[in-house]
């Protein structure tokens, strides 16, 4: 299992309401900072569990956000 662990990171505090879209990913900024190293946490072996951890506005659902973009392209 891989477990990605944002508690130690500062969130801006800002929260976006989700508008009843909660089975959606939320659209990417453009100004969205990339993470690497992180995405490449996510592409671990195929049956493998992610666990991504952290506060409120620390880029948890961007980044899963990320990731499914990058999935939908493959």
Same mark, same amino acid.
């Given at each position: +299992?891989? #477990? #990605? &662990?944002f508690?130690? =990171?500062? !969130?801006?505090?800002? /929260?976006? !309401?989700? @508008? *009843?879209? %909660?089975?959606?990913?939320?659209?990417?900024? =453009? &100004?969205?900072?990339?993470?690497?190293?992180? +995405?490449?946490?996510?592409? @671990?072996?195929?049956? %493998? #569990?992610?666990?991504? /951890? *952290?506060?409120?506005?620390? *880029?948890?659902?961007?980044?899963?956000?990320t990731? /499914? =973009?990058?999935l939908q392209t493959?």
């Amino acid at each position: +299992m891989t #477990i #990605i &662990d944002f508690s130690q =990171a500062r !969130g801006n505090g800002v /929260h976006r !309401g989700t @508008g *009843g879209r %909660r089975c959606q990913p939320p659209p990417l900024p =453009a &100004d969205l900072v990339a993470r690497p190293g992180l +995405m490449a946490r996510l592409q @671990g072996p195929p049956g %493998r #569990i992610c666990v991504v /951890h *952290g506060p409120p506005g620390c *880029g948890k659902s961007l980044l899963l956000a990320t990731f /499914h =973009a990058q999935l939908q392209t493959q």
